[in-house]
Nanobody, 119 residues
Framework: QVQLVESGGGLVQPGGSLRLSCAASGFTFSNSAMNWYRQIPGSERVKLAT???????DVADDVKGRFTISRDNAKNTVDLQMNGLRPEDTAVYYC?????????????WGQGTQVTVSS
């Protein structure tokens, strides 16, 4: 079965850094684009970054220059390096991919990891 497991969240001071990791299993990771999203309670889940199977990346403007997405196809992991963290970055962060079931693509999500930026 498809499984995505995030780790690395926690409490960090403003200006600090954190590295999130997502371990993937149950599908052909190397063929799949991977994404990071975040969600503040009471609001919509927002896409932060995506990385193609070959490593091409796209990062949302709000976090461009501070967040970097990367993947290791040999380890089936995708990471999100977060630098210069701000209180408004506080959210639950999710790893995501889309996979096809017959002709229909559907999203798969990790359990989420809490990131809190506070003094």
């Amino acid at each position: 079965q498809v499984q995505l497991v995030e780790s690395g969240g926690g409490l960090v001071q403003p200006g600090g850094s954190l590295r999130l990791s997502c371990a993937a299993s149950g599908f052909t990771f190397s063929n799949s684009a991977m994404n990071w999203y975040r969600q503040i309670p009471g609001s919509e889940r927002v896409k932060l970054a995506t990385i193609s199977p070959t490593g091409a990346t796209d990062v949302a403007d709000d976090v461009k220059g501070r967040f970097t997405i990367s993947r290791d196809n040999a380890k089936n992991t995708v990471d999100l390096q977060m630098n210069g963290l701000r209180p408004e970055d506080t959210a639950v962060y999710y790893c995501n991919t889309f996979l096809s079931i017959l002709t229909t693509r559907r999203p798969y999500w990790g359990q989420g990891t809490q990131v809190t930026v506070s003094s």
